[in-house]
């Protein structure tokens, strides 16, 4: 089967630093994304693993263990626009397909 | 700009009476796909289309039609709605349909209730 795994919500600092975590067990691996989504709106990219290892962008940053089937979002210096959903998606088979983790609802607090 | 949209925004219907979400994408992508996402059980694909006339089932297309017969178009198609049908619906698309980096984008949703 295919399975990912995220906490369901997480409350931070404004200035703070926060990882969210995902874990997935899934039938093949083509890459693994994080998206942004806040309250009645559309999800957003954020990032994208297929290699092990940190990936930079800003004050985002994502990391991936294939052979743990781990991830992870790092987000620094937390705004609090950065309240919202943050989703992970495994992708898998020939087509590429999409299998979608239920998502992280990020509280930030002042 | 490129974006995708998606019409109705809000929709109010009764169970059995037929209706069309429309979606459209200005950036000649190939990939097109509707998802639908319900509380705790994040996205979860409907149907997608990997080129025009060319479609397949997601996880959970029970209920549902679509069609592509142009490239900017994929249309869901809700024959007999029904209560268990209430959700926000998302239309997307992407680029390529092998390996990269080709990070899908989202239109703005939908959000149906069936009474």
């Known amino acids: 089967g295919q399975n990912i795994d995220q906490p369901t919500e997480m409350t931070a600092t404004e200035g703070a630093i926060v990882q969210i975590n995902c874990t997935y067990q899934?039938?093949?691996?083509?890459?693994l994304f994080w998206y942004q989504q806040h309250a009645g709106e559309a999800p957003t990219f954020l990032s994208y693993?297929?290699l092990d290892g940190l990936e930079e962008k800003g004050r985002f940053s994502s990391f991936l263990s294939r052979s743990k089937g781990y991830s992870y979002l790092l987000l620094k210096e937390l705004q609090m626009k950065d309240s919202a959903s943050y989703l992970c998606?495994?992708?898998?088979?020939?087509?590429?397909?999409?299998?979608w983790g239920a998502g992280t609802k990020l509280i930030i607090k002042p | 700009e490129a974006q995708v949209t998606q019409n109705p925004r809000y929709l109010i219907t009764v169970t059995g009476k037929k209706l069309t979400v429309t979606c459209s994408q200005n950036?000649?992508?190939?990939?097109m796909s509707w998802y639908r996402q319900d509380p705790g059980l994040g996205l979860r694909q409907i149907y997608y289309?990997?080129?025009?006339?060319?479609?397949d089932k997601g996880d959970v297309p029970e209920g549902y039609k679509v069609s592509r017969k142009e490239k900017r178009n994929f249309p869901l198609i809700l024959e007999s709605p029904s209560p268990n049908q209430t959700s926000l619906y998302f239309c997307?698309?992407?680029?390529?349909?092998?390996?990269?980096?080709?990070?899908?984008?989202f239109g703005p949703g939908t959000r149906l209730t069936v009474t």
């Open positions: 899934t039938s093949g691996f083509n890459g």
């Open positions: 998606a495994v992708r898998v088979g020939s087509n590429y397909q999409l299998i």
């Open positions: 289309s990997m080129n025009v006339e060319v479609t």
């Open positions: 997307a698309s992407r680029n390529g349909g092998g390996a990269g980096s080709y990070e899908q984008y």
């Open positions: 693993n297929v």
């Open positions: 950036m000649n992508h190939e990939y």
